[in-house]
């Protein structure tokens, strides 16, 4: 992966190989502005870029940790194996998530 000194919206997507939508969101909800704009392009500066990799890196996680926890409280109850309640498979994701 090459490092940018300065990168557009665009820029930033190649470079991670993310969806423009997923870049968009991040760098919207953590408020990271543009150092310049260029007629319509924004210029980010390399350190935004890499807080950006670093938020999709842990949106990327908590999804999967929920995933899995879902995947958990969702399967089905073996013949020996109780089945897992709404409130139980509730508590379950969220205990998974906390950690």
Do not use: C, W
Not at 7 to 17: H, N, W, Y
Not at 51 to 58: G, I, K, P, S
Not at 61 to 77: H, W
Request: proline residues 4%; without cysteine.
């Amino acid at each position: 992966m090459q490092r940018l000194e300065f990168a557009t919206l665009g820029g930033i997507v190649r470079e991670l190989g993310e969806p423009l939508h997923r870049v968009q969101n991040v760098y919207r909800s953590r408020g990271i502005k543009p150092i310049a704009t260029l007629g319509n392009a924004r210029i980010f500066a390399a350190d935004d870029v890499a807080r950006v990799a670093f938020a999709l890196r842990d949106i990327d996680a908590r999804r999967e940790s929920v995933d899995v926890g879902l995947a958990t409280a969702s399967a089905r109850p073996t013949k020996n194996a109780p089945a897992i309640g709404v409130a139980e498979a509730s508590s379950v994701i969220v205990h998974h998530v906390d950690r």
